[in-house]
């Protein structure tokens, strides 16, 4: 292809009007997979808000109290470091994906495909198939047509209230919302997110859709820096299927100087980005393989070999050996399983108090009147469990340190941070040296494993 035929190719795309989308129902394994991970991820979606567990919803993010709740445990804003691990295992677990099969993400998981195949599944059963819907959109606006396409959008919009209605849920009490709304008493907060959330849902599932992908989502531009000759792709197998053409099934097609393919445009049909894969790779496909169900369909019919499109590498194309298994995949494993391994330990032998140790920065020491040497500290003590707590210091490390403090039994509420004063004086005879450790020691007197340890410094007079 000349250079002008390939400019005059991309001003074409860039300035062409939008021709809307109409994938084609299909049938097949990975589609089946599809459904699969739509009635998975959206059934947890909007079902996981109305679970209660120990007298709180199941996951809350509880933004006044400062708590989120997550089954039986429960995180505070201290506990930000498990959200960082969590966004780590995230875009590792994207780099792994993609390099071993391609977009699996954008194809079985991501929101933007799961909803609009929610939407594109009410489509069909309200306005028909690919054909029918095609025929009423280029017809002129009759009263069946306004029927169809009220019922449609009507069908849409309740789906997006429902969806902006459960992610407020997720940091409402879901329960207590729908008292609210019932009694038409939402906040403004409340009620702008709801709305948010369901127009940006509509938008993007039902009007947008392709778009989001090929247009606004980052990920199709730079997959490919995560691809490599080994990545599994969807691919069309130009030397078995070309040339296409047209055929009867009884025909030998080797006779007509005929590849396997029948040129029948299903692949193109069926795609929901509406893109040939017979064109080779393309930073729009987001495989989900529909184009393998359909034409594995079609070879099918013909009684030939299946695969004409399938998930290869680009190593397979060209003849060469494919190493599944190689370094990239292998770090990638193992960093993930490293990460998730303590994040898993450290979430569930994590202890709901936190201890910090203040040294008064003012005076290094003061004598007091009857010779002993006394340093003060502020302790920051929070109470990260669900129920208010009763704690005991205690102070080890020197030799008869006295250590005084307001009270013996310190009484924090939950989530309270408690700023505790407190004194320790040492008979200069047991300084062993200018500066020495010092072991602090809180522990609930309400439950034996709640209890801490800090270590602080002692600071004296020069010994000399």
């Not at 924090?412 to 408690?418: P, R, Y």
């Amino acid at each position: 292809m000349s250079s002008d035929n390939v400019k005059e190719d991309l001003l074409d795309e860039a300035y062409a009007k939008h021709q809307k989308v109409y994938p084609r129902e299909v049938h097949g394994i990975f589609a089946t997979f599809r459904i699969l991970g739509v009635v998975i991820l959206l059934g947890g979606y909007y079902l996981v808000p109305w679970i209660q567990w120990d007298g709180h919803q199941a996951i809350l993010f509880d933004l006044p109290a400062r708590k989120f709740y997550i089954f039986s445990l429960t995180f505070w804003p201290q506990d930000f470091i498990y959200l960082a691990a969590i966004l780590i295992i995230a875009a590792f677990s994207l780099f792994f994906f993609t390099a071993l099969a391609g977009r699996l993400w954008c194809g079985y998981a991501c929101p933007q495909t799961v909803w609009t195949e929610v939407f594109l599944w009410i489509e069909r059963k309200v306005e028909g198939s690919r054909n029918k819907q095609i025929k009423l959109d280029k017809g002129p606006l009759t009263r069946y047509k306004f029927i169809r396409k009220t019922v449609k959008h009507g069908l849409w919009i309740i789906l997006s209230l429902w969806t902006g209605f459960t992610f407020v849920g997720y940091f409402t009490p879901i329960i207590e919302l729908g008292e609210n709304f019932l009694s038409w008493s939402l906040g403004p907060w409340e009620t702008f997110w709801i709305f948010f959330y369901g127009f940006a849902t509509y938008g993007n599932a039902g009007w947008m859709r392709e778009q989001v992908c090929i247009y606004m989502c980052p990920y199709a531009r730079f997959q490919s820096a995560m691809f490599d000759k080994d990545t599994l792709v969807i691919s069309y197998d130009e030397t078995r299927g070309e040339p296409r053409g047209s055929r009867k099934k009884s025909s030998d097609p080797a006779k007509q100087g005929l590849g396997d393919c029948v040129d029948c445009t299903l692949c193109v049909q069926v795609c929901p980005t509406g893109i040939d894969i017979r064109k080779g790779m393309q930073y729009q496909c987001i495989g989900c393989a529909a184009c393998i169900d359909v034409c594995n369909q079609v070879m099918d019919k013909m009684g030939y070999m299946r695969n004409l499109v399938r998930y290869t590498t680009l190593n397979a194309i060209e003849g060469r050996t494919t190493h599944i298994l190689r370094p990239r995949i292998i770090v990638y494993f193992i960093l993930l399983t490293i990460i998730s391994t303590v994040l898993v330990y450290n979430m569930v032998t994590r202890i709901p108090l936190e201890l910090d140790i203040i040294r008064d920065r003012n005076a290094l020491y003061r004598e007091t009147s009857d010779g002993m040497i006394e340093n003060t500290y502020t302790l920051k003590i929070i109470n990260m469990d669900e129920r208010k707590q009763q704690y005991r210091l205690i102070v080890n490390g020197i030799e008869d340190l006295v250590l005084q403090v307001k009270s013996k039994q310190i009484a924090v509420e939950s989530g309270q941070v408690l700023d505790l004063p407190i004194s320790i004086q040492i008979d200069p005879v047991n300084l062993k040296r200018s500066a020495q450790s010092l072991t602090f020691r809180l522990e609930s007197t309400l439950n034996k494993d709640i209890s801490v340890e800090e270590t602080g410094r002692f600071i004296g007079p020069l010994i000399r």
